[in-house]
């Protein structure tokens, strides 16, 4: 298969479509946790009880009361390969909870990948919307849209006191953690961040790199969402996350303008190179893209470098993962044998970009 | 010396607990003090996870409480009726078995959430429409309540009239809704 044609059908929309403030804010992501009142929660339920909740979720899906043109198509775990679950959770589209421990697993996506619901996760039905770039109250009432739909015929464990009831009680009430996806080198370059994160912590915020709980954050890229889901209201909770990321995005503007003005041939070597080693390198880690892609995007989104395509960043920042590289190759890889790969990939897809110019 | 709660295997975990003056002595050997749930104190080695964080949490609440004395015995374990999950077990999994674990551990339960949701302890959100039955209802007769004392202290008498209406009409309709119900 071309690279154009993987690519193509491996792109989910939030990283090839550009959103509100989309150089700084990635994607944003709305995720609400749900029970059904009848069944245990998924870490007690029993094979039967587990099964009969994807039953009921799927009957759902096919009974057609659906927002707008999506339709949505089940996939369960039982039914597909490890690479193929690897690759919907280097996608963000399941936890890699759901692909290996779940019992009767699934989960329902939409064909353009902006919703995915997963069953029987920690909890029996997560919702979750992710959009490109800003787009945090829209993705909340998307997410509620289908919450409703949901709720018409599906019973829902609520509490007047403790709201939604969740497995875990640090989900309790909305169920909700909303959460952006922020790409900040102009803090990192500035030395900023390492100031910026425990303040926001502070605020009852959880800052994370990009791969989840206790990861560095690779390629200057941090999720940033709520912590607390109980006795704020979701518009609330939304807002607040807003308010926090808008001085973010002012911030990385100014420390970007602050770097062009001080320090302006340094920092367009330091894009050039990095263009450079994705341009040439032969064997690349994950580690060593991350940090060559940020540099570019940076590049693009300042304008030394032109004519490369703003997603390029978003795009290979998912392909380049294992699961991606595994899938393209068409079987098994050793990790050195991904590192020429990697690095192979992310030749091709640049020359892409020539061609297309 | 012997695991007391097992009589079998070496006790390798010693705690002294110390509560209104009375000290108590407790002996465990590794596998009792998880079943116990006790192994938050001494975690060294194992990974560390959000579960073991609020395992942490959960645990050291009843040590803040008075009358504690009979922590370590714990004669009587609380468990759910629907699903069986045991208080202990709760604590080491971190994870609720069923929606009705929230009415059976309600009382250890308060002082958890308010811990992990900054003192919050009251749902102020969405409220789905069936299941939420006529809660809806209930919070927006209260609110319309508080807006009429605020009115009726600014001696708006004429607006607190109508809205005095409304409350009236509301709550004919919520006592319809009871005797529908039922």
Redesign the interface.
Same mark, same amino acid.
């Given at each position: 298969m071309s690279l154009e044609r993987f690519i193509s059908q491996a792109v989910s929309s939030w990283m090839s479509t550009e959103g509100p403030d989309s150089d700084i804010v990635l994607s944003s992501r709305i995720r609400l946790a749900r029970n059904l009142s009848q069944f245990d929660f998924p870490t007690l339920a029993t094979n039967e009880e587990a099964f009969k909740v994807t039953a009921a979720v799927e009957e759902w899906a096919n009974s057609g009361s659906h927002p707008g043109a999506s339709r949505f198509e089940m996939v369960k775990m039982n039914d597909i390969q490890p690479l193929q679950k690897r690759v919907l959770v280097e996608k963000h589209l399941i936890s890699p909870h759901l692909a290996e421990n779940s019992r009767h697993g699934a989960c329902l996506l939409s064909e353009n990948e902006e919703y995915s619901i997963m069953v029987n996760e920690e909890d029996h039905i997560r919702i979750q919307c992710l959009f490109p770039g800003f787009q945090l109250s829209e993705a909340l009432s998307a997410a509620n849209e289908i919450d409703d739909l949901m709720e018409e015929s599906l019973d829902y464990a609520f509490d007047e006191k403790y709201g939604y009831l969740t497995s875990c009680p640090t989900n309790a009430g909305t169920g909700l953690r909303a959460s952006v996806m922020m790409h900040l080198p102009g803090l990192y370059l500035t030395q900023q961040i390492n100031r910026i994160v425990p303040a926001i912590n502070q605020l009852g915020l959880v800052v994370r790199g990009i791969y989840g709980e206790g990861s560095e954050a690779l390629g200057n890229i941090f999720q940033i969402s709520n912590q607390i889901t109980l006795g704020k209201s979701e518009d609330d909770i939304v807002e607040d996350l807003k308010s926090v990321v808008k001085q973010l995005i002012s911030q990385e503007r100014s420390a970007r303008e602050a770097l062009a003005k001080t320090s302006n041939i340094q920092l367009e070597d330091r894009i050039f190179r990095s263009y450079g080693i994705l341009a040439n390198s032969r064997i690349i880690e994950t580690k060593e893209a991350a940090g060559c892609l940020s540099d570019v995007r940076l590049g693009i989104d300042m304008g030394y470098l032109k004519d490369i395509s703003k997603n390029i960043l978003n795009e290979l920042m998912i392909l380049t993962q294992p699961g991606f590289l595994q899938q393209y190759a068409g079987g098994p890889l050793r990790p050195d044998e991904r590192d020429i790969r990697r690095a192979a990939m992310i030749r091709e897809r640049l020359k892409m970009e020539i061609k297309e110019q | 010396m012997i695991c007391q709660e097992c009589n079998q295997r070496p006790a390798t975990l010693h705690f002294t607990n110390f509560s209104n003056g009375e000290k108590t002595e407790l002996h465990l050997c590794e596998r009792c003090a998880h079943e116990k749930g006790e192994m938050f104190m001494m975690n060294q080695g194992h990974g560390f996870s959000?579960n073991h964080l609020?395992a942490g949490l959960l645990n050291i609440e009843p040590a803040l409480q008075p009358n504690t004395k009979e922590h370590f015995h714990q004669e009587e374990i609380i468990q759910c009726s %629907?699903?069986h999950?045991t208080y202990p077990q709760f604590v080491k $999994? =971190? %994870?609720? =078995?069923?929606?009705h674990c929230?009415d059976t551990f309600k009382e250890q339960?308060g002082p $958890?959430?308010r811990r992990?949701? *900054? =003192?919050? *302890?009251?749902?102020?959100?969405? $409220?789905?429409? %069936?299941? =939420?039955g006529t809660?809806s209802m209930q919070r927006n007769l209260t609110a319309l309540k508080e807006t009429l004392g605020e009115l009726i202290s600014k001696e708006e008498f004429e607006k607190a009239a109508e809205l005095r209406d409304e409350i009236r009409a509301l709550e004919k309709r919520l006592a319809e809704q009871h005797r529908g119900g039922e």
């Open positions: - | 959000l609020l %629907r699903c999950m $999994i =971190g %994870r609720f =078995g069923c929606a929230y339960l $958890i959430i992990l949701h *900054s =003192g919050n *302890s009251v749902h102020n959100g969405k $409220i789905p429409k %069936r299941a =939420g809660i």
